[in-house]
């Protein structure tokens, strides 16, 4: 199982819906994927190290370098193909590379 | 679930005209504080978290004429009940890209969102992105010019 750690500022729940999102698709693109949300600013290095793929809402910067792959998920928030099945595809491609 | 069409009040929707983010904010925010609705330091939270996690959100995408829209927002402890705040901006300031913080935009339309509860189950931005990423949406609010008009509109036409 790939476990992915989605990331966004707090207050209207942003994360969940990105986590929603990516775990409905990727079960029906066939991957078993977890994961779990979170606030940016609750994220140390020692949680980031236990996830293999990060999906922030947009680029972030840490004090810590992020070992996981990452794939900016904000576009999936639109709710529109157009939007979103971009940052699936690249999703995609990072789950087979991680070959789990 | 609530109704996200319950969230937005007569008298919380507003035609303005600002300079920049900065004013609307203040503006906005003291209204809201001498409502009740939001608590003192809200407004400097605003301010802070737009400029950590800007809330721009670019239309394009959805059709390449629309003018943009932005989701100011507060953690939950500034605020006291749940609404959105309706603006309408007489000329667009500037905001930056929610997805993209390098990128900046002009925005037109404001939708404050106030939330008081940090699991809420009515899912504010996916119906928000619902009613937004419907082009027809945004050319209407574009010809109505009063927020009578406006409030109905909204009300009709969000869940």
Redesign the interface.
Known sequence: MIKILAA???????SH?IKSAIEEEMKERGHDVKVDAVV?KDINKEMMDQYDIFTP???TKFSFEVKPPVV?A??I????P??ADPVFDELENVIKKLDK | MEALKSYFDKELIFIEDAKDQNEIFNRIGKILYEKGIVNDKFIDALIEREKNYPTGLDLKPVSVDLPNAAIPHTETEYCHRKHVVFVKLEKPVLFKNMIAPDQELEVTYLFFIINNEKDSQTNILSELMGFLTAAENVNKLEKLQNKDEIYRFLTNNIN
């Open positions: 966004c500022g707090a207050g209207i729940n942003s819906q940016v809402i947009s680029k900016e904000g576009p928030l639109y709710r529109i157009a939007m």
